[in-house]
Nanobody, 113 residues
Framework: QVQLVESGGGLVQTGGSLRLSCAAS????????MAWYRQAPGKQRELVAA???????NYADSVQGRFTISRDNAKNTVYLQMNNLKPEDTAVYYC???????WGQGTQVTVSS
C-alpha cells in the first residue's frame, strides 16, 4: 500500500521560512518523479515544484528562487524548503508521485502579512 504523509506546515510571518516533508511508504521516491502542489481557497490546485527520478527540478514561476525541492533516498522522503514566504503562498500543500493517483492528505501553510 502506497502512503504519502506530509508534515511541516504552520503559521509564519511574511519573509519567514518553512520546510515541508513528504514521507513515502510502499513506493521509492528515488525511482519516481515526485511533486508538490498547492491549493488555495477558491482556486485550482497548482504545481509548485517537481523533481524527476534523475534529479532534475522545475518550479512554478511564482516560487522560483524561493522554494527548493529535494529528496533523501535513505529516508524515502521528499522536502520542500520554502524561504521568503509571502501571503499569496498560503494554501494547503500536497505531495504526489508524478503520473500516479497517489496523494498525501495535505499540510496547511499560512503566511501572515
Amino acid at each position: 500500500q502506497v502512503q504519502l504523509v506530509e508534515s511541516g506546515g504552520g503559521l509564519v510571518q511574511t519573509g519567514g521560512s518553512l520546510r515541508l516533508s513528504c514521507a513515502a511508504s510502499g513506493r521509492s521516491v528515488s525511482i519516481n518523479g515526485m511533486a508538490w502542489y498547492r491549493q488555495a481557497p477558491g482556486k485550482q490546485r497548482e504545481l509548485v515544484a517537481a523533481i524527476s527520478r534523475y534529479g532534475a527540478t522545475n518550479y512554478a514561476d511564482s516560487v522560483q528562487g524561493r522554494f527548493t525541492i529535494s529528496r533523501d533516498n535513505a529516508k524515502n522522503t521528499v522536502y520542500l524548503q520554502m524561504n521568503n514566504l509571502k501571503p499569496e503562498d498560503t494554501a494547503v500543500y500536497y505531495c504526489t508521485i508524478v503520473y500516479s493517483s497517489y496523494w498525501g492528505q495535505g499540510t496547511q501553510v499560512t503566511v501572515s502579512s
